[in-house]
């Protein structure tokens, strides 16, 4: 079903991750082109991104936008600290899920209900939600999780690929054929393209843009999870840069800003690429203060990308068109 | 075309002088005069850039760029200043600065056409980036006597030098807005671009201009919060861009634009000060302090837009109903 457009586009961002990866590696064979690193960055830390980054893209594609996924991340992951740390996997993840999709149901309800505009109900609730983390975390730390919660992250149910990647990879995959393959999924780029002409062709948006802020949620709480397990303790600082990372992979792997087209695929092309930038800028000894320049350019530079590519479509369409008519 | 007649009071008025007169019982210590000149000193900064953002805001966009110009200025003017650059030179400079980010914002908006999110979202991150380069990851301190003077003198009676710059800004502006096309302009191109597309109106020129002052305002913001704690601080502006839109909303400029203008915003800038100086007299704690004014924001910011929702209902439902 996916057109040649989107295909191309995909490929597109493809080509330029690969022209990254290639540069790396001539800069700094040495550092960059082990099988070590690129399987910590790949493999190991990317899942991350990549995980916050859907919940972003599934929100964008909506024509709408979630600054809180990283900050309901860090307060589930604080709210079921303790029970993992005590062995209750069960509890721990009902406690996770209750966190994420609480905070996601609020995010839903503010922007389909009462109609906030998406940025600002979700910047209050980010506000609220690490306010709560803050207070919550009291400058405790929270570490020594059982080993078999670590192997959550850590461990290789398929030799070779680190269970993080396992779970990336089955989430990307439910994703996947939930939003390309499910009438409910269409209904994301549905509201995207049109918001008025869906919900007066019958369809429920309401419903449809609060779910896509829950799962949004879902998958902050899990990628929260996911990092108890990864560091072993519950630390704020793993809020780190990934709001704008997600909105940069977002846009750099191809899904626009007006939202409407665009697939997971794209937004894993896209996280590969921000997360590549970064390990690239720690290789190269780039002073950490000039990260947020580059991710900032890279979001200017995917703004103007996605201009050129549409133009470059419409003359092709047109040349089509022309050659239509002379035959 | 031009708005004759007597500036409009909005309500927001009273509502800041009823919450003062409530902060005096409150708080014994709050009622004074050098109280009083305080929480307009500290309204300066704010209320500066914040008259950028009334225009953005207007045109029912949003220039989220505005704290990091800010930074950009404060932390430009330190570090020149220590660098021995004569006085005159920095302050073209960094003024040049807002020109610049102000231009680049106009123009990916207005001519390229992109969303003003995401571009102002990139502008924002590009320049917090810069301000903490050029900073080297700390606050800058420095000395310059032009900077203190503006930041810190004042008239014999307490009242500070800044007041009196920031009252003659915000009247330029106000003047702009009542008194030229272009402050004309943008009540059309917010309460509907189509038709004012539709109406000859030269929106691009429009929408350019608005970030071009939103630009140029911010960066004499940083000038004067540099001057007011002789620092270069590269994250200064951050809470600002925020601050700022309460304050524009409460003000009575609404997300959708179209209406309000920078006499509310004066007002909204002053009750968001007159909060947090009442709450600190009050003895509550700093950070008690930012959840207790983010609260109020945010719920005032959704009253806000739940009345405007309520307002365009009815009014369609005015239009789509046989009126008798």
Same mark, same amino acid.
């Given at each position: 079903?996916? #057109?040649?457009?989107?295909?191309?586009?995909?490929?597109?961002?493809?080509?330029?991750?690969?022209?990254?990866?290639?540069?790396?590696?001539?800069?700094?064979?040495?550092?960059?082109?082990?099988? #070590?690193?690129?399987?910590?960055?790949?493999?190991?830390?990317?899942?991350?991104?990549?995980?916050?980054?859907?919940?972003?893209?599934?929100?964008?594609?909506?024509?709408?936008?979630?600054?809180?996924?990283?900050?309901?991340?860090?307060?589930?992951?604080?709210?079921? %600290?303790? %029970?993992?740390?005590? $062995?209750?996997?069960?509890?721990?993840?009902?406690?996770?899920?209750?966190?994420? $999709?609480?905070?996601?149901?609020?995010?839903?309800?503010?922007?389909?209900?009462?109609?906030?505009?998406?940025?600002?109900?979700?910047?209050?609730?980010?506000?609220?939600?690490?306010?709560?983390?803050?207070?919550?975390?009291?400058?405790?730390?929270?570490?020594?999780?059982?080993?078999?919660?670590?192997?959550?992250?850590?461990?290789?149910?398929?030799? $070779?690929?680190?269970?993080? %990647?396992?779970?990336?990879?089955?989430?990307?995959?439910?994703?996947?054929?939930?939003?390309?393959?499910?009438?409910?999924?269409?209904?994301?780029?549905?509201?995207?393209?049109? %918001?008025?002409?869906?919900?007066?062709?019958?369809?429920?948006?309401?419903?449809?843009?609060?779910?896509?802020?829950?799962?949004? $949620?879902?998958?902050?709480?899990?990628?929260?999870?996911?990092?108890?397990?990864?560091? #072993?303790?519950?630390?704020?600082?793993?809020?780190?840069?990934?709001?704008?990372?997600?909105?940069?992979?977002?846009?750099?792997?191809?899904?626009?800003?007006?939202?409407?087209?665009?697939?997971?695929?794209?937004?894993?092309?896209?996280?590969?690429?921000?997360?590549?930038?970064?390990?690239?800028?720690?290789?190269?000894?780039?002073?950490?203060?000039? #990260?947020?320049?580059?991710?900032?350019?890279?979001?200017?530079?995917?703004?103007?990308?996605?201009?050129?590519?549409?133009?470059?479509?419409?003359?092709?369409?047109?040349?089509?068109?022309?050659?239509?008519?002379?035959? | 075309?031009?708005?004759?007649?007597?500036?409009?009071?909005?309500?927001?008025?009273?509502?800041?002088?009823?919450?003062?007169?409530?902060?005096?019982?409150?708080?014994?210590?709050?009622?004074?005069?050098?109280?009083?000149?305080?929480?307009?000193?500290?309204?300066? &900064?704010?209320?500066?850039?914040?008259?950028?953002? &009334?225009?953005?805001?207007?045109?029912?966009? +949003?220039?989220?760029?505005?704290?990091?110009?800010?930074?950009?200025?404060?932390?430009?003017?330190?570090?020149?200043?220590?660098?021995?650059? !004569?006085?005159?030179?920095?302050?073209?400079?960094? *003024?040049?600065?807002?020109?610049?980010?102000?231009?680049?914002?106009?123009?990916?908006?207005?001519?390229?056409?992109?969303?003003?999110?995401? &571009?102002?979202?990139?502008?924002? /991150?590009?320049? =917090?980036?810069?301000? *903490?380069?050029?900073?080297?990851? =700390?606050?800058?301190?420095?000395?310059?006597?032009?900077?203190?003077?503006?930041?810190? =003198?004042?008239?014999?009676?307490?009242?500070?030098?800044?007041?009196?710059?920031?009252? *003659?800004?915000?009247?330029?502006?106000?003047?702009?807005?009542?008194?030229?096309?272009?402050?004309?302009?943008?009540?059309?191109?917010?309460?509907?671009?189509?038709?004012?597309?539709?109406?000859?109106?030269?929106?691009?020129?429009?929408?350019?201009?608005?970030?071009?002052?939103?630009?140029?305002? /911010?960066?004499?913001?940083?000038?004067?919060?540099?001057?007011?704690?002789?620092?270069?601080?590269?994250?200064?502006?951050?809470?600002?861009?925020?601050?700022?839109? =309460?304050?524009?909303?409460?003000?009575?400029? !609404?997300?959708?634009? @179209?209406?309000? @203008?920078?006499?509310? +915003?004066?007002?909204?800038?002053?009750?968001?000060?007159?909060?947090?100086?009442?709450?600190?007299?009050?003895?509550?704690?700093?950070?008690?302090?930012?959840?207790?004014?983010?609260?109020?924001?945010?719920? *005032?910011?959704?009253?806000?837009?739940?009345?405007?929702?309520?307002?365009?209902?009815?009014?369609?439902?005015?239009?789509?109903?046989?009126?008798?």
């Amino acid at each position: 079903m996916q #057109n040649k457009k989107q295909i191309i586009n995909l490929a597109s961002r493809f080509l330029i991750l690969l022209i990254l990866c290639v540069v790396m590696s001539f800069l700094r064979p040495d550092a960059f082109l082990t099988a #070590n690193n690129l399987r910590q960055v790949l493999l190991e830390q990317a899942p991350f991104t990549i995980l916050i980054s859907f919940g972003m893209s599934l929100c964008i594609i909506s024509h709408g936008i979630d600054i809180s996924l990283s900050s309901t991340m860090v307060l589930s992951a604080y709210l079921s %600290a303790n %029970a993992f740390l005590n $062995g209750k996997y069960f509890l721990g993840a009902l406690i996770a899920i209750a966190v994420g $999709g609480g905070f996601g149901a609020l995010n839903g309800i503010l922007i389909s209900k009462i109609k906030v505009p998406a940025f600002i109900a979700t910047y209050s609730v980010d506000f609220i939600a690490l306010g709560l983390a803050y207070v919550i975390c009291d400058g405790k730390y929270i570490y020594g999780f059982p080993d078999s919660f670590r192997a959550l992250v850590t461990g290789e149910l398929i030799p $070779g690929l680190p269970n993080i %990647a396992l779970v990336t990879i089955v989430v990307f995959v439910i994703l996947y054929v939930l939003t390309r393959f499910t009438n409910y999924g269409r209904g994301f780029y549905s509201i995207g393209h049109n %918001a008025t002409a869906t919900k007066l062709s019958g369809i429920k948006a309401d419903g449809i843009v609060c779910s896509v802020y829950i799962i949004g $949620g879902l998958l902050a709480a899990l990628t929260g999870v996911l990092y108890l397990a990864r560091l #072993n303790s519950a630390d704020p600082s793993i809020r780190g840069t990934l709001t704008m990372d997600s909105l940069a992979a977002s846009l750099i792997g191809g899904i626009p800003f007006s939202g409407g087209t665009g697939t997971l695929a794209n937004t894993i092309a896209g996280a590969f690429i921000i997360v590549v930038i970064r390990n690239g800028m720690n290789i190269l000894n780039v002073p950490t203060t000039w #990260n947020q320049v580059v991710v900032g350019v890279v979001i200017v530079f995917s703004l103007f990308y996605e201009a050129f590519m549409d133009k470059m479509f419409v003359r092709l369409a047109a040349k089509n068109k022309t050659k239509e008519q002379a035959a | 075309m031009i708005k004759k007649g007597k500036i409009k009071i909005p309500g927001i008025a009273l509502f800041v002088i009823v919450l003062y007169i409530l902060f005096c019982f409150i708080a014994q210590s709050f009622f004074s005069w050098y109280n009083f000149v305080l929480i307009l000193r500290n309204s300066c &900064t704010l209320l500066i850039v914040s008259l950028g953002m &009334t225009w953005s805001i207007l045109i029912a966009q +949003t220039d989220l760029s505005v704290g990091s110009v800010m930074s950009m200025g404060a932390v430009m003017s330190a570090v020149m200043s220590n660098a021995g650059i !004569p006085t005159v030179v920095i302050v073209i400079c960094v *003024l040049a600065m807002g020109v610049g980010v102000g231009s680049l914002n106009g123009i990916l908006i207005s001519k390229f056409k992109f969303d003003f999110w995401v &571009t102002t979202f990139s502008t924002m /991150s590009i320049f =917090a980036g810069l301000a *903490l380069v050029i900073a080297n990851g =700390a606050t800058v301190g420095f000395e310059n006597k032009f900077y203190d003077f503006i930041g810190n =003198a004042t008239l014999p009676g307490g009242i500070y030098w800044l007041i009196i710059i920031t009252a *003659l800004i915000s009247g330029i502006c106000i003047y702009v807005e009542r008194n030229t096309e272009f402050g004309f302009n943008m009540f059309s191109v917010g309460g509907c671009e189509s038709a004012a597309i539709d109406s000859g109106i030269n929106v691009a020129k429009n929408q350019f201009l608005v970030y071009l002052f939103s630009g140029i305002l /911010s960066s004499i913001s940083g000038i004067l919060v540099a001057g007011m704690s002789n620092a270069g601080a590269p994250t200064v502006g951050v809470d600002y861009t925020f601050t700022a839109m =309460a304050a524009v909303v409460i003000g009575g400029t !609404p997300f959708i634009g @179209g209406k309000g @203008g920078i006499v509310g +915003t004066i007002f909204g800038t002053l009750l968001l000060r007159i909060l947090t100086s009442g709450l600190s007299m009050m003895g509550i704690a700093p950070t008690w302090q930012k959840a207790i004014t983010g609260v109020i924001i945010v719920s *005032l910011i959704v009253v806000d837009v739940v009345n405007e929702n309520r307002v365009v209902k009815n009014g369609l439902r005015r239009i789509y109903t046989d009126a008798e």
